[in-house]
């Protein structure tokens, strides 16, 4: 399914901008005649809204967990290597 903009036209290339919870929350709908519950509507976005908000928060923690987990990874990987030790001869008892 081709992604589309907010304006319904199709994407160009660039990522999509996220719907906001604010967004979610004062989205407008047309009227009709034996139309939407405006209760229920506005009952529903505030849910929409509410876990928008909480992915959001989701995602940035795991983007601030990457960016962290980026630099350590690259910062292991500059550490300069060093020579594994030979094992520790033991003999026997000694030291008893």
């Known amino acids: 399914?081709?992604?589309v903009n907010r304006g319904g036209q199709p994407h160009q290339g660039r990522r999509?901008?996220?719907m906001s919870p604010h967004e979610a929350?004062?989205?407008e709908f047309g009227r009709r005649p034996r139309g939407l519950?405006?209760?229920?509507?506005?009952?529903?976005?505030?849910?929409?809204?509410?876990?928008?908000?909480?992915?959001?928060r989701h995602v940035r923690l795991l983007v601030q967990k990457n960016t962290r987990l980026t630099?350590?990874?690259?910062?292991w990987r500059t550490l300069p290597t060093r020579?594994?030790?030979p094992p520790e001869e033991h003999h026997g008892n000694q030291g008893w």
């Open 83 to 85: 020579e594994p030790r």
């Open 16 to 18: 999509p901008v996220r």
């Open 1 to 3: 399914m081709a992604q």
């Open 37 to 56: 519950d405006p209760d229920q509507v506005r009952e529903f976005q505030a849910r929409v809204a509410a876990e928008l908000a909480d992915l959001h």
């Open 71 to 75: 630099h350590v990874l690259r910062d």
């Open 25 to 27: 929350l004062t989205q």
